[in-house]
């Protein structure tokens, strides 16, 4: 099978999906009406309430939902059952799913003066459903805090090519920020100098590496979240996740051209097993993409950040449906590249030992979507160590990019919660250490990786869980249940069903006493407030 006619394929649905299925949810539950102002507009506090130009916070949303998941998910997810099935649930979840979740959560966030989706719980479901809601959702940050600061301290450490451009990215972005803000220049203007600037970094960077180690870098990804979470949005996250997105969208775009140029063969085995070394295609498989078709982080941010800056109404399936669609297609790009341009199991020749996909994962996912997105480059011109280093700076900026968007959501969360009762936790820079305390400690002594693995499940759960939330507040104003319930039951199911595998197959086995109460706990959750939901659907369907 050649990956190019796949690739189009692939485009051409999601193109198709965005104007077909966007329009139905957009005209069937969100009704946009820009006659209503929005957060963004009504508070406009200059620090977390922003009215921001729509490129500016497509760049923020998309950047920050992105992250490492749609390409670190995949690889797994096609090393596990093959390339078939993982493009499949890509392209269909992504679509029934993931976009819908999103845009619904995203647009109920802003028809409630910016709250978080553990507030809209509060109000369309029940308090009880909040607070369980509100826990697990900010236990379930402290994590992607941790693992994401090591990840990021591990790649500069390793990398050290890439650190010139990824500090370069901070200061570029106050400086982007100042003069579009402050000083009002040009922003098409603004926008081509610092690509210009940004991709210079990359090759200054090859020439002059900066070494560290990986101590130093862990404390300085943490103290930079935390300057990223309480300065004001526009200064330095907004700005950064806006120049990132065109750092995605080049690998994104010129990866398409190249495998288009290139012309590959899928040599990889389109299904390799109903049941793999991690448990049965379902629930495993789901859990595994997770990003790439659907995630409950996305909900964080939309409801967290971009509904606070969201300048109209029917900008808002621009932003969430369409950053959903184009994380997809970024998902759909890394299987295809993996399976074609890298070998599957042994090279055609002792020079290409290097390409073989078994031998780039031993070393990390990083690696692997490095060395394939270079490899696919090479048929543009590019150089294949400038590819490479393109590949590894895209995953390193993104995952950097979701720890200071983390940081921001788990502040928001105490202040909305804890903050109401006790107001030194209304204070920015209280609720944002909060979440860094507790994960600093976590990444000591790999505690992280001892109960990472019952999360990858946790995180389609929150995507559940929302659905869920969404559900019960669209149905308050009358609108269908259906586009929103269907996936929440299904995600449910699926992630119930994977925690209950891991715990009975793989955490009770190892005597893992740890994993094996916090997977109960989330199971129990995540019962709990789907129950809620479900009292009040079919408590207001029995009084119509």
């Known amino acids: 099978m050649n990956a190019t006619i796949i690739a189009i394929i692939g485009v051409i649905w999601f193109i198709f999906a965005y104007k077909w299925y966007g329009s139905k949810i957009e005209s069937k539950i969100v009704k946009p009406d820009d006659q209503i102002p929005t957060p963004a507009n009504q508070v406009n506090d200059g620090i977390d309430f922003v009215p921001t130009k729509t490129p500016i916070l497509f760049g923020h949303h998309f950047s920050s939902i992105a992250g490492a998941g749609p390409i670190i998910g995949p690889i797994f997810a096609f090393s596990l059952f093959g390339w078939l099935p993982t493009i499949l649930w890509i392209m269909l979840g992504t679509v029934f799913m993931g976009a819908v979740h999103d845009y619904t959560s995203m647009m109920a966030s ?64 106050l400086a982007f920020g100042y003069f579009v803000y402050r000083k009002k220049v040009n922003l098409l203007l603004s926008t081509i100098l610092a690509i210009l600037f940004l991709f210079s970094l990359i090759v200054i960077g090859d020439y002059y590496p900066i070494y560290a180690s990986y101590d130093f870098w862990l404390l300085f990804c ?141 070393k990390s996912a990083n690696i692997t979507f490095g060395t394939a997105l270079g490899n696919v480059l090479t048929s543009l011109g590019i150089p294949l160590f400038m590819g490479i280093s393109l590949g590894v700076l895209m995953l390193n900026a993104f995952i950097l990019t979701t720890l200071d968007t983390t940081v921001r959501l788990a502040r928001y969360i105490v202040e909305e919660s804890v903050g109401i009762k006790f107001r030194i936790f209304k204070n920015r820079y209280i609720a944002a250490a909060m979440g860094l305390v507790l994960a600093y400690i976590l990444t000591q002594n790999n505690s992280w990786k001892i109960i990472w693995p019952v999360f990858g499940a946790s995180n ?85």
């Open 110 to 173: 802003v028809r409630n003066k910016g709250v978080s989706i553990t507030e809209i719980a509060d109000k369309s479901v029940s308090p009880t459903a909040r607070w369980i809601f509100s826990i697990f959702v900010w236990l379930s940050l402290a994590l992607v805090q941790a693992v994401f600061a090591v990840l990021t301290a591990q790649t500069l450490e390793q990398k050290p090519e890439i650190v010139i451009p990824t500090l370069g990215l901070m200061i570029l972005a």
């Open 222 to 362: 943490i103290l930079y979240a935390f300057i990223a979470a309480t300065l004001p949005v526009w200064l330095l996250l907004q700005p950064r996740d806006y120049l990132s997105m065109y750092l995605l969208l080049a690998g994104l775009i010129l990866g398409f051209i190249g495998l288009i140029l290139k012309s590959p063969t899928i040599n990889a085995p389109a299904f390799i097993s109903f049941n793999s070394n991690n448990g049965p295609i379902w629930p495993i498989l789901f859990i595994t993409v997770a990003c790439g078709a659907i995630s409950g982080f996305h909900s964080l941010v939309g409801s967290g950040t971009s509904s606070k800056q969201l300048i109209k109404e029917t900008d808002g399936k621009k932003i969430s449906f369409g950053g959903m669609l184009t994380e997809g297609a970024l998902a759909l790009l890394v299987v295809l590249l993996i399976s074609s341009v890298l070998y599957w199991g042994k090279a055609d020749s002792p020079s290409n030992n290097d390409l073989v996909f078994q031998n780039l994962l031993q």
């Open 460 to 544: 389609q759960l929150v995507a559940a869980l929302a659905l869920f939330v969404v559900t019960a507040y669209w149905f308050g104003f009358g609108r269908p249940k259906g586009y929103t319930l269907l996936p929440a039951i299904f995600m449910l199911l699926t992630t119930e069903a994977a925690l209950i595998y891991q715990t009975i197959w793989q955490y009770i086995p190892q005597g893992n006493i740890l994993l094996i109460v916090i997977s109960s706990l989330l199971i129990i959750l995540g019962l709990i407030v789907a129950f809620e939901v479900y009292k009040k659907i079919w408590i207001k369907d029995g009084q119509q």
